[in-house]
């Protein structure tokens, strides 16, 4: 079982097989038993009868995982409510609760758990809760040593749209 992939980083194993949702696809594929990376093109034989193939999209990786999941979790806090009722803060609560806990990614969770802890949940208006997520995925980004987002934007990033001079 090697330790490190093609991509430098360390690969995550769950009971003892590589986890696809932890590592990049690369690196998943050579941790593989038997399946060490194949070229993405296989030489095609043109004198075979022309058949239409769907286009068979692999399981999501960790970064595919991550960029659609930060999608989804930046886009409900753009349509969070500016004043949200008791019962819509206590809905996004457990709505990260729950989030943290079931991640596919499952020492992303651990980590994220752990921040939800030491970082409370800022659920009073839609720009508490925005600004909170854009620190908890900046947190990740120092973590990948990633640049930091300024959270002063993320509204323009998604929500407005950006403004003329950024
Ligand atoms: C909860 C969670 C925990 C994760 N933990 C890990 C981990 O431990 N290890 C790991 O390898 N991967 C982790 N990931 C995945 C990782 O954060 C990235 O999604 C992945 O590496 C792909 O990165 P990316 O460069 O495409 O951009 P992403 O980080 O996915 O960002 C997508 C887009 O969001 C915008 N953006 C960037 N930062 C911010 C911000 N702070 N606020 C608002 N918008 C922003 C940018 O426009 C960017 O292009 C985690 C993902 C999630 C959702």
Request: contains cysteine.
């Given at each position: 079982?090697?330790?490190?992939?093609?991509?430098?980083?360390?690969?995550?194993?769950?009971?003892?097989?590589?986890?696809?949702?932890?590592?990049?696809?690369?690196?998943?594929?050579?941790?593989?038993?038997?399946?060490?990376?194949?070229?993405?093109?296989?030489?095609?034989?043109?004198?075979?009868?022309?058949?239409?193939?769907?286009?068979?999209?692999?399981?999501?990786?960790?970064?595919?995982?991550?960029?659609?999941?930060?999608?989804?979790?930046?886009?409900?806090?753009?349509?969070?409510?500016?004043?949200p009722s008791?019962?819509q803060?206590?809905?996004?609560?457990?709505?990260?609760?729950?989030?943290?806990?079931?991640?596919?990614?499952?020492?992303?969770?651990?980590?994220?758990?752990?921040?939800?802890?030491?970082?409370?949940?800022?659920?009073?208006?839609?720009?508490?809760?925005?600004?909170?997520?854009?620190?908890?995925?900046?947190?990740?980004?120092?973590?990948?040593?990633?640049?930091?987002?300024?959270?002063?934007?993320?509204?323009?990033?998604?929500?407005?749209?950006?403004?003329?001079?950024?």
């Amino acid at each position: 079982m090697p330790e490190f992939g093609p991509t430098g980083r360390r690969i995550i194993y769950k009971d003892g097989k590589p986890c696809r949702s932890c590592n990049t696809l690369l690196d998943f594929q050579m941790a593989m038993p038997g399946k060490a990376a194949r070229p993405a093109v296989i030489a095609a034989d043109l004198t075979a009868p022309v058949t239409v193939v769907e286009d068979k999209q692999c399981p999501p990786d960790v970064e595919l995982l991550g960029r659609s999941s930060w999608t989804l979790l930046h886009s409900i806090a753009a349509s969070y409510p500016a004043n949200p009722s008791p019962i819509q803060q206590e809905d996004i609560k457990t709505f990260v609760s729950i989030f943290s806990r079931i991640y596919p990614c499952w020492f992303c969770a651990d980590d994220f758990q752990a921040y939800i802890k030491k970082n409370e949940v800022q659920v009073k208006s839609q720009e508490a809760f925005g600004k909170w997520m854009c620190e908890a995925h900046n947190e990740v980004n120092r973590k990948l040593g990633k640049k930091e987002f300024d959270c002063n934007l993320w509204q323009q990033r998604w929500k407005d749209g950006w403004k003329g001079d950024n």
